[in-house]
């Protein structure tokens, strides 16, 4: 114990744990006696390891900590504030490449009108959707429909409520998401590293299935391939894809295989309607 204190002693100019007590409360000098430090009780790990002062005050035995806790409890604390820290600096980082939601985008179930029955159906699916995966059931959600028609707004309220439940999510356009791919060619450890990191969010949120596809016939079938390994990547997992095609057509631009596998224990909400832009009303 007095080898703990020797460099502060030192300093101080001191040379006995009383010594250095008085100095601390000159005050007490004339109050006080018998003064040592001593082991008392820890509060959170409730061992005899934590320092204090014990003292004789008009004839009571006083205590005064030197510590709140003890030094491996205090060690255990840092270490776990530097260690939440930096998982919070990660997931940051994750978010960044991973979530594309604006903070200031308040697409939600509350303003999301119901102008027909049609969107009071795809919201009350919608919803049915997240009390599944809050409850743990894997599930696929396909949301289909005209451009304009609310398939992003239902598809962000989704990710915005459980990411807010504390889930891992991601919410990215499929045009996106393959210019990231694009990014990892010729590097190994970002492949894997975005590999890892698409496999493992509780919920992926794939906007506009199909625009990231070009015509021509090698980009077709390189982006068909690439669907089927980011399909199977999702596997025991939930994914939620938008798109302005439907099922058919679908086929044409991801694959038949693909659009398969998406079908996978998957919901359907489908927002066709004939030559109507809803963006104009909806409140985004």
């Not at 255990?76 to 997931?91: D, E």
């Amino acid at each position: 114990m007095v080898h703990a204190f020797e460099s502060v002693f030192e300093k101080l100019n001191v040379s006995k744990v009383e010594d250095l007590f008085f100095k601390i409360h000159p005050d007490y000098v004339q109050s006080v006696s018998e003064v040592r430090m001593e082991y008392v009780q820890c509060p959170a790990c409730q061992q005899h390891t934590k320092q204090a002062w014990v003292y004789c005050f008009d004839g009571d035995r006083l205590q005064e900590d030197v510590w709140s806790i003890c030094h491996e409890c205090q060690k255990q604390f840092y270490t776990l504030q530097v260690g939440a820290k930096l998982i919070q600096k990660r997931q940051d980082i994750v978010d960044g490449d991973w979530y594309y939601i604006n903070s200031d985008d308040k697409a939600g179930f509350k303003n999301f009108e119901e102008l027909n029955s049609e969107l009071t159906a795809a919201k009350g699916k919608a919803t049915d959707y997240i009390n599944d995966l809050l409850e743990g059931k894997i599930r696929n959600l396909r949301i289909s429909g005209t451009p304009g028609t609310g398939k992003t707004h239902l598809a962000k309220a989704i990710a915005r409520t459980l990411k807010h439940k504390g889930r891992k999510v991601a919410f990215i356009e499929s045009r996106k998401l393959f210019d990231n791919i694009k990014n990892t060619f010729g590097n190994r450890v970002a492949q894997e590293r975005f590999e890892k990191q698409f496999a493992d969010f509780d919920l992926v949120v794939l906007d506009d299935v199909g625009v990231e596809t070009n015509k021509a016939a090698d980009e077709l079938s390189w982006s068909s391939r690439e669907w089927v390994k980011l399909i199977d990547l999702r596997r025991g997992k939930s994914t939620v894809y938008t798109t302005n095609f439907d099922k058919e057509s679908l086929k044409a631009v991801i694959g038949a295989r693909s659009v398969s596998r998406i079908g996978e224990n998957s919901e359907t909400i489908e927002l066709f309607t004939p030559d109507h832009d809803y963006r104009d009303r909806l409140l985004y």
